[in-house]
């Protein structure tokens, strides 16, 4: 039987997508699957769907930064987060950021995975040098982002999210007998392993389970 894909729809600015991020990162070895990383426009999402950050609804805001603390703890991910985080994150944006990962999904895809998670640390807890890219690398890298190559790639990838029938992130596409399933949220891996018909052991699985 050939390899699922499963493509996960992320932006750098949401908390849940690094928890779905890292626990796909440690079943892409345990389940049959070829996972994709899709970076896209989370803000261009909301916008095309009607949809806004729950966070900013002060009661659910609350709650959200007690919820990752725990979701955190439990998927084993360096979440730090708290109210104030939120805002700043929010004010701050992430197009640049990640126009700055598609432009390396373009030319340097082996580096999407650290590239990535560097992003989240920096955002929830320099980026490109620890991720493993070169000074010259990084630079170059910067050049493109302002590139109508790299602007319609991401805006491209936001679109097939969008289609798919996306509305938040991270948003998690299996495709499987033929159609696209469609998983919203950090806590749906577990559906989508009985989906694709693969064992789920928990958010950090053993390989030797």
Same mark, same amino acid.
């Given at each position: 039987?050939?390899?699922?894909?499963?493509?996960?729809?992320?932006?750098?600015?949401?908390?849940?997508?690094?928890?779905?991020?890292?626990?796909?990162?440690?079943?892409?070895?345990?389940?049959?699957?070829?996972?994709?990383?899709?970076? @896209?426009?989370? +803000?261009?999402?909301?916008?095309?769907?009607?949809?806004?950050?729950?966070? $900013?609804?002060?009661?659910? @805001?609350?709650?959200?930064?007690?919820?990752?603390?725990? $979701?955190?703890?439990?998927?084993?991910?360096p979440v730090h987060i708290s109210g104030d985080d939120f805002k700043r994150v929010l004010g701050t944006g992430t197009l640049g950021a990640m126009r700055f990962i598609t432009a390396i999904d373009t030319t340097q895809p082996q580096y999407v995975e650290s590239? /990535?998670?560097?992003?989240?640390?920096?955002?929830? /807890?320099?980026?490109?040098?620890?991720?493993?890219?070169?000074?010259?690398?990084?630079?170059?890298?910067?050049? $493109?982002?302002? /590139?109508?190559?790299?602007?319609?790639?991401?805006?491209?990838?936001?679109?097939? *999210?969008?289609?798919?029938? *996306?509305? +938040?992130?991270?948003?998690?596409? @299996?495709?499987?007998?033929?159609?696209?399933?469609?998983?919203?949220?950090?806590?749906?891996?577990?559906?989508?392993? /009985?989906?694709?018909?693969?064992?789920?052991? +928990?958010?950090?699985?053993?390989?030797?389970?």
């Open positions: 039987m050939g390899r699922t894909v499963v493509e996960l729809f992320y932006d750098v600015v949401s908390p849940y997508s690094w928890l779905a991020f890292e626990v796909l990162c440690r079943y892409q070895h345990i389940w049959n699957i070829d996972l994709r990383f899709r970076p @896209a426009f989370l +803000g261009g999402i909301m916008q095309a769907t009607g949809n806004k950050p729950p966070a $900013m609804l002060p009661k659910r @805001a609350e709650y959200l930064v007690k919820d990752i603390k725990r $979701m955190a703890k439990y998927y084993q991910v590239l /990535s998670r560097e992003f989240w640390l920096r955002f929830w /807890s320099q980026v490109a040098r620890q991720a493993g890219l070169s000074s010259e690398l990084a630079q170059k890298t910067l050049e $493109m982002i302002s /590139s109508p190559a790299v602007k319609n790639r991401l805006k491209e990838t936001t679109e097939e *999210a969008i289609k798919y029938g *996306a509305f +938040g992130m991270p948003a998690v596409v @299996a495709h499987f007998n033929g159609e696209p399933h469609l998983f919203f949220g950090s806590d749906r891996l577990e559906l989508l392993g /009985s989906v694709i018909g693969e064992k789920w052991l +928990g958010p950090v699985p053993s390989p030797k389970m």
